[in-house]
Nanobody, 119 residues
Framework: QVQLVESGGGLVQAGASLRLSCAVS????????ISWFRQAPGKDRELVAG????????YYLDSVKGRFTISRDSAKNTVYLQMNRLKPDDTAVYYC????????????WGQGTQVTVSS
């Protein structure tokens, strides 16, 4: 059974940092792309960052470039999202998700972790 389990969310003040973790299990993710999405109340879900499991190719939403870093620890089967200089606009539920490289459709999703940034 494939599982993606997020952790690391919380309530912080603007300017602070958080590191989210996404522990993946249940299959090999070689050939997969792992991404972090977020959804704020009343807003559409947006793709924040992504990384190819077996490589170094990354993607970042323009508004987080230079502040967020996505990384992968294959030995721990975990993908991280380091978030620095957090802003109130970063407040959302953050989800990790996985898809194969052959499609844009994400097959696997985590349950989400809440990030709240106070001003």
């Amino acid at each position: 059974q494939v599982q993606l389990v997020e952790s690391g969310g919380g309530l912080v003040q603007a300017g602070a940092s958080l590191r989210l973790s996404c522990a993946v299990s249940g299959r090999t993710f070689s050939g997969y792309y792992i991404s972090w999405f977020r959804q704020a109340p009343g807003k559409d879900r947006e793709l924040v960052a992504g990384i190819r499991w077996g490589g170094s190719t990354t993607y970042y939403l323009d508004s987080v470039k230079g502040r967020f870093t996505i990384s992968r620890d294959s030995a721990k089967n975990t993908v991280y999202l380091q978030m620095n200089r957090l802003k109130p606009d970063d407040t959302a539920v953050y989800y990790c998700a996985a898809r194969t490289l052959a499609t844009e459709k994400y097959d696997y999703w985590g349950q989400g972790t809440q990030v709240t940034v106070s001003s």
